[in-house]
């Protein structure tokens, strides 16, 4: 049974960084690319970015590019997401969710299809 547990969150102002973190359980970790997606409420999911299984191959969402990187570590079958310069339009709960490539990844969310298996991590900031 794949469990997810999502951390890092948290309330922040305008400008600020935060690192979200994703360790995953129950499957092989470095056999899937991984990404994180959010949702702020009353809107539809928004890919933030993935990542290939071995870090090559990385895709960010347009409204992040420049301020958020995403990595991993295979060893800890952990997912980061360092966010910079973070906006009020960035708060949302971030999930991550893996997927069997980083092209699978993007089109399992815009299908409705990429499922969440944690609680998420809430990013609040403020003005």
């Known amino acids: 049974q794949v469990q997810v547990v999502e951390s890092g969150g948290g309330f922040v102002q305008a400008g600020a960084s935060l690192r979200l973190s994703c360790t995953v359980s129950?499957?092989?970790?470095?056999?899937?690319?991984m990404g994180w997606f959010r949702q702020a409420p009353g809107k539809q999911r928004e890919g933030v970015a993935s990542?290939?299984?071995?870090?090559?191959?990385?895709y960010y969402g347009d409204s992040v590019k420049g301020r958020f990187t995403i990595s991993r570590d295979n060893a800890k079958n952990t997912v980061y997401l360092q966010m910079t310069n973070l906006k009020p339009e960035d708060t949302a709960t971030y999930y991550c969710?893996?997927?069997?490539?980083?092209?699978?990844?993007?089109?399992?969310?815009?299908?409705?299809?990429?499922?969440?298996r944690g609680q998420g991590t809430l990013v609040t900031v403020s003005s």
């Open positions: 969710a893996h997927a069997t490539s980083g092209n699978d990844w993007w089109a399992l969310l815009r299908s409705g299809s990429l499922r969440a």
């Open positions: 129950g499957l092989t970790f470095d056999d899937y690319a």
């Open positions: 990542i290939s299984w071995n870090s090559d191959t990385i």
